[in-house]
């Protein structure tokens, strides 16, 4: 009898919306110092599989919520021949992963139906040090965390979930970014500074490196907005890992949302105005109190008697009515993954770390590996003003910055 998973409170919203054109898919790579064997490389896929069974599985749809189910093989590794971020789920009998691997990169695409970036990493770390066992002959280990399988595929949504009346979540107007947009086109970019500088910048501005980011990114609309504009506010969101704050071994989804907000003033406001404001609002959301609530906030659809018993077909409905509303609902989004590291005799063949993710308008994700920050830029615009003006800042504070482009049909 096949072994079955529930999913998380996130996987069920994203199970439900798995038809719109742009899927939530994210992506790793890894630049190794040889080209890749392909061979080695799908042993040490299914090495990794069995240390993560709860990944290898289709989504099925059941009367009430998805579900996911144990799948009859493992996927095959293939050479790159997809574009970045591409879609996953066709049809039940698709994997919710993908392998592929061009030259010297190993690539790992994963639905945020399965997982978030946290919790995906750790697979990524474990099929990186299973390819080079594999390839080389070595022992390096797999993993440190000792963790069960029924650790690592957890619901810890429900776990922490609290019973209790909710606070309205007020949610300000929203500057939205209006340029034309690709019609089947993404562009990705892969932004590389250095770590250590970029936080004594921060330092610099009395804030941490994604407050300062978060800055930066919401100073860089100023020069786009409209006077008609500025009545309304710059909103980021950002996805926070729950892990940090409440005990989970998961590797299923675990995180929340908080929004920071900005309104400008005046064309005349500095970046050290919208600083003071972001670190403010940080270090104000970033509390377990603050965090609980909006899980409590995320569980309650799931929760409400009338969405329990409620047939699939209406649920799903209403899911994606729901993200149409808050499409409009923030500007942009900002995740930090935060500093991957690898096992020592691991990094002597590993030269960098990158993550991507797909999006609708354009979205930041970003990562340390070493003294390399790398920021994955996704957007369907074609003028990219915005993130002109983000990797300028830089620049013109003599920082190097290393800039990859792809364009990709989608």
Request: charged share 30%; hydrophobic share 35%; aromatic share 12%.
């Amino acid at each position: 009898m096949k072994k079955w998973y529930k999913l998380d409170n996130l996987g069920k919203f994203y199970a439900a919306t798995t038809n719109v054109k742009v899927p939530k898919v994210f992506r790793y790579s890894a630049v190794l110092k040889e080209d890749i064997d392909e061979k080695s490389l799908q042993k040490a896929l299914e090495r990794t599989v069995e240390g993560f069974p709860n990944f290898n599985v289709n989504l099925r749809k059941g009367v009430f919520w998805y579900y996911l189910e144990e799948a009859k093989k493992i996927p095959k590794v293939t050479q790159e021949n997809l574009p970045i971020c591409f879609r996953l789920y066709n049809s039940s009998d698709d994997f919710l992963y993908r392998v592929s691997y061009f030259k010297r990169k190993i690539n790992f695409e994963i639905s945020h139906i399965l997982s978030d970036g946290r919790g995906s990493v750790e697979f990524f770390k474990y099929l990186l040090a299973a390819y080079v066992n594999e390839k080389y002959g070595l022992n390096i280990s797999l993993t440190k965390s000792g963790n069960s399988e029924r650790e690592k595929s957890e619901d810890s949504f429900s776990k922490y979930y609290q019973k209790s009346k909710l606070t309205k979540s007020k949610r300000l107007p929203a500057f939205t970014y209006r340029g034309k947009k690709f019609r089947n086109q993404a562009r990705f970019m892969e932004c590389h500074l250095d770590a250590k500088s970029v936080l004594e910048i921060a330092h610099q501005y009395n804030t941490t490196l994604t407050g300062l980011l978060v800055s930066v990114l919401i100073y860089s609309f100023k020069d786009e907005m409209r006077l008609s504009d500025m009545k309304k506010h710059i909103v980021v969101d950002i996805p926070v890992d729950l892990r940090k704050y409440f005990k989970s071994s998961s590797s299923m989804n675990f995180f929340g949302l908080t929004n920071i907000s900005y309104k400008f003033k005046s064309k005349d406001d500095r970046l050290e105005d919208v600083s003071e404001e972001v670190t403010r609002q940080l270090k104000e959301n970033l509390t377990k109190e603050k965090l609980l609530e909006r899980v409590n906030r995320m569980m309650f659809f799931e929760k409400n008697w009338f969405c329990r018993f409620a047939p699939i077909h209406l649920k799903n409905l209403a899911i994606n009515i729901g993200n149409l509303i808050a499409a409009d609902k923030n500007t942009t989004s900002v995740s930090n993954i935060g500093i991957i590291r690898l096992d020592e005799e691991l990094e002597k063949y590993v030269e960098g770390l990158s993550v991507l993710t797909a999006t609708t308008g354009f979205q930041f994700i970003l990562c340390t590996y070493g003294n390399d920050l790398c920021i994955g830029i996704s957007s369907r615009f074609v003028q990219n003003d915005v993130i002109k003006n983000f990797c300028r800042f830089f620049s013109e504070k003599n920082l190097k910055v290393r800039i990859d482009v792809s364009e990709v049909e989608q």
